[in-house]
């Protein structure tokens, strides 16, 4: 990790993210952990998946989400400002902007792993074969979708 400060524009390297429509502007990184700055429209969602290398976790700034992930079963739990979201390494979870208004929040995993990698390899892809082929290369892996019937 380098010495300095991140402005709050200011992503390292001047980088952003588009990610499944959600703007990440990553913040630090080193080999310990990387952390960044998420803004996710409303009626937009990162499906449930799982990281096998990584602990997350979400502190919320402006904005709601509704964290689906298993606590005696399947859940879905409200995080509102001010709240931190704790996801352990192998605990399958979805995030979804169900609140109608854009919702921003502070992401970060540790260790780093290859997720920043991920990010460069997704930033602008739409087709969801190929983010889920890119994602289990980088130790992130998508669910399949319910049963419909």
């Not at 402005?7 to 310990?32: C, F, M």
């Not at 976790?57 to 964290?67: K, N, P, Q, R, T």
Request: one cysteine or more; hydrophobic letters at 45%.
């Amino acid at each position: 990790m380098d010495i300095g400060v991140t402005e709050a524009a200011e992503g390292l390297d001047g980088i952003a993210w588009n990610v499944v429509g959600h703007t990440y502007v990553p913040k630090l990184l080193s080999e310990a952990a990387f952390v960044w700055h998420a803004t996710l429209p409303p009626g937009t969602f990162v499906p449930p998946h799982i990281h096998t290398t990584q602990d997350e976790w979400i502190y919320m700034l402006d904005g709601a989400l509704e964290i689906e992930f298993p606590l005696d079963g399947p859940a879905v739990h409200a995080a509102r400002p001010g709240d931190t979201v704790r996801l352990p390494r192998n605990v399958a979870h979805g995030i979804f902007n169900r609140s109608g208004r854009m919702a921003t929040c502070v992401f970060g995993v540790a260790p780093a792993a290859r997720l920043f990698d991920l990010f460069t390899a997704l930033d602008g892809l739409t087709d969801p074969a190929e983010l889920v082929r890119i994602s289990a290369r980088h130790d992130v892996h998508f669910l399949p979708p319910p049963d419909a019937g």
